[in-house]
């Protein structure tokens, strides 16, 4: 009976795992749920919905408003969250009956709220929620037994929800952490998954694995800035940093799989000519799977603590490749050899993960060192995307308020609250949530009022609710279309719990009003500092290529003189990642904008397409800097002439017909002459991948001179 009991609680706390654990947005969803829940459905049992649902709601604003923190920061930030949710909620309810006043209360406050939210993380999710929870103020006000209990409610299931949140979080306080630093190591499993397509692939096949991994990219790298804030909080907030130790190291560990896995040695359709070559590809691409595969079990070891168990079969087939490379020509087995190194050198990085050295260096980590005050004062610029965003945002929500009381619309501050959700900092992402949004109520109120025709009791309604609160949180990260929906049902749902039919009378004004919205924010982004991102594109070619060429001279420090603390190094690393990713975005963007707009999108493409192989070069280059054991008088020379023709391709808006000097066809062709003459070996391919930055950063020089996108 007691095994049976056992065998029961093991299969309960894998599914757990499986279900929960592995998945912490989901874990996130079941945990505002709860609180909402408990808030709601004692006072809706009870006769009291108004009561239940505004605490609801306070929750939800609540939920949305969490901050990544140590648990002394969160107790911090639960603090500012209540504090901004009943200055929001107060000021609504003591100013209702002077229309004018609220009014342009609430829009300066906005001004004030989005400029506070660009201090920081923190304080960004903060500020949107104290907006949020003074539109749910507005919407509510009517029906409030009283002007103040709002100010009472919102704030309360805000707190209840903060306070369950850190209860759950002091018992395990790395979870967090623990969080950001599994999605660092699934979205690199992800970018390698796709790199293992290249291998064999034909040149025809690699220009749309590119695109894919270039786009890939942005999500690893976006991880990795994530971890380094956290990494920050974290440290600000403890006295003793030494339990920290065992994150950074894995934090380094992932930067360097990511140096290496963007590492690019060559065109993969080169590296396969014969038989032999090709079959050792295929070797490369099964090694990159599993190396994948292990990334993800890491990635569940961060999560559940179950121990990493490193795949036995990158071991035989690593001995696999490197047998068959003995075997080969030298000639054919020059140009692979250093690529096994690259991805022997990660295979065994993960074999030994938790074999740390013992004294093993703890890097230093970068901090933005400004004062708020002084990022603060940084946006106050109508230059700053922020600023522009928060004076769009509010003239948005100052249209709608006026129309909403010219009008008479019924639930009018559903057209602020849309404005609020679809209005971002570019075109292209407003553009995109417009349609998300549109989408999302259309189809939430046909399903939602189907629904309501069904769960008539209150049993009913109130499960369809919290379901639907569930499923919102759920897919808010995944797919926010589908989350609108969800959201639309709880909105539904809710006002149905408080009064009888009210659901089903609320949603053609609903729909008109979400209309209203969204087409107020895409018509006043689109004609009130659109950015459009041809402007932008010449300075944001000329920052990457410079980037690039400082991620270049650090490498070259690191070959002339390897430092025992490398933050200046990965610093340049880091920024030239940043530099390509606001590139590869770019473009992405200029894609969803009007045709008209898109100035020489082919020769965009093909400039960020080459600045990342530029930038894949270069990872492999420095990659391999630790192995640099071959000192020839020539490789300073290399350094400084490359240096010096990376840094006129940065210079993008001085290039002219003078400025492509014949001294890089002299330097490419003397390199490949070296390269004939030299047996192969690490000074061979070291050359080669001298070669490949130079002749890429040819090719970067003649598409700018032929496109004119510096003019």
Request: charged residues 20%; positive net charge.
């Amino acid at each position: 009976m007691k095994n049976h009991k056992k065998g029961h609680l093991r299969t309960n706390s894998k599914l757990f795992n499986q279900v929960f654990l592995l998945h912490p947005y989901r874990l996130f969803a079941l945990r505002a749920t709860i609180s909402m829940g408990v808030l709601a459905v004692p006072f809706i049992i009870i006769g009291l919905p108004f009561f239940g649902v505004t605490l609801a709601l306070g929750a939800l604003a609540g939920a949305l408003s969490e901050t990544d923190d140590h648990p002394k920061g969160r107790v911090k930030s639960l603090s500012i969250t209540i504090i901004s949710f009943f200055i929001s909620s107060f000021s609504v309810g003591l100013l209702h009956n002077y229309t004018w006043i609220l009014g342009a209360g609430f829009i300066l406050s906005t001004i004030i709220f989005i400029l506070i939210g660009g201090v920081g993380e923190r304080y960004r999710a903060i500020t949107f929620g104290s907006v949020l929870v003074g539109i749910y103020a507005m919407l509510g006000i009517e029906i409030s037994p009283a002007w103040y209990w709002q100010a009472v409610l919102l704030p309360a299931g805000a707190l209840f929800h903060g306070l369950l949140t850190l209860i759950l979080i002091y018992r395990n306080p790395w979870r967090l952490l623990d969080q950001q630093m599994a999605n660092g190591f699934q979205s690199l499993s992800n970018y390698l998954e796709k790199k293992a397509m290249l291998f064999p692939s034909t040149r025809q096949d690699q220009e749309e694995i590119n695109k894919d991994l270039a786009l890939l990219n942005i999500a690893v790298v976006n991880a990795l800035e994530k971890i380094k804030e956290v990494l920050n909080n974290y440290a600000r907030e403890m006295k003793d940093v030494q339990p920290l130790n065992s994150y950074l190291q894995r934090f380094m560990l992932l930067q360097s799989l990511h140096e290496r896995a963007a590492s690019t040695h060559d065109r993969h359709d080169k590296l396969g000519n014969s038989d032999e070559q090709l079959e050792v590809l295929e070797g490369f691409g099964e090694m990159l799977r599993q190396l994948s595969y292990a990334l993800r079990k890491v990635a569940t070891n961060m999560l559940t603590g179950i121990h990493y168990n490193h795949p036995p079969a990158l071991d035989w087939i690593s001995k696999a490749i490197d047998d068959k490379l003995q075997q080969m020509n030298p000639e054919e087995a020059q140009d692979l050899i250093l690529l096994h190194h690259n991805l022997n050198r990660s295979h065994i990085s993960l074999k030994y993960l938790d074999d740390l050295k013992e004294g093993t260096s703890i890097p230093r980590l970068r901090r933005d060192e400004r004062t708020a005050w002084e990022r603060l004062k940084a946006q106050l610029s109508l230059r700053h995307p922020r600023m522009r965003y928060a004076l769009r945002l509010s003239l948005t929500f100052a249209v709608g308020y006026i129309l909403q009381i010219y009008l008479d619309l019924d639930k009018g501050q559903w057209v602020m609250l849309t404005s609020l959700f679809v209005s971002q900092i570019t075109y292209s992402d407003t553009r995109r949530r417009l349609f998300e949004r549109l989408l999302g109520t259309a189809t939430g109120i046909v399903i939602g009022a189907l629904l309501l025709q069904i769960f008539t009791t209150t049993a009913a309604q109130l499960l369809l609710m919290m379901g639907s609160a569930m499923a919102f949180f759920i897919w808010l990260r995944k797919n926010y279309s589908i989350a609108v929906i969800f959201v639309t049902t709880f909105v539904l749902s809710a006002f149905n719990l408080i009064a009888q039919d009210g659901g089903i009378n609320i949603m053609i004004p609903r729909l008109v009003d979400t209309l209203l919205g969204a087409s107020l924010s895409f018509l006043t982004i689109r004609f009130l500092w659109p950015g459009w991102q041809r402007h932008r594109i010449s300075g944001l070619i000329s920052n990457s290529l410079e980037k690039n060429r400082m991620y270049f001279q650090a490498i070259a420090k690191e070959y002339r003189q390897p430092s025992s603390d490398d933050l200046n190094y990965r610093i340049a690393r880091r920024e030239a990642h940043l530099a390509d990713n606001e590139l590869a975005q770019a473009w992405n963007s200029m894609r969803q904008e009007p045709k008209s707009k898109q100035g020489m999108m082919d020769n965009v493409l093909t400039i960020t397409y080459l600045n990342h192989a530029l930038l894949s070069h270069l990872s492999a280059l420095g990659a391999h800097r630790e192995i640099n054991q071959t000192k020839y008088e020539a490789i300073n020379d290399l350094f400084e002439q490359i240096d010096r023709k990376m840094s006129e391709a940065g210079k993008v808006t001085h290039i002219d017909e003078n400025s492509f000097s014949d001294d890089l066809s002299l330097l490419l062709m003397s390199l490949q002459k070296q390269i004939n003459e030299t047996e192969g070996g690490l000074k061979r391919q070291q050359l080669r991948l001298f070669y490949n930055i130079a002749a890429t950063t040819s090719k970067i020089m003649k598409e700018l001179k032929q496109s004119g996108i510096s003019n």
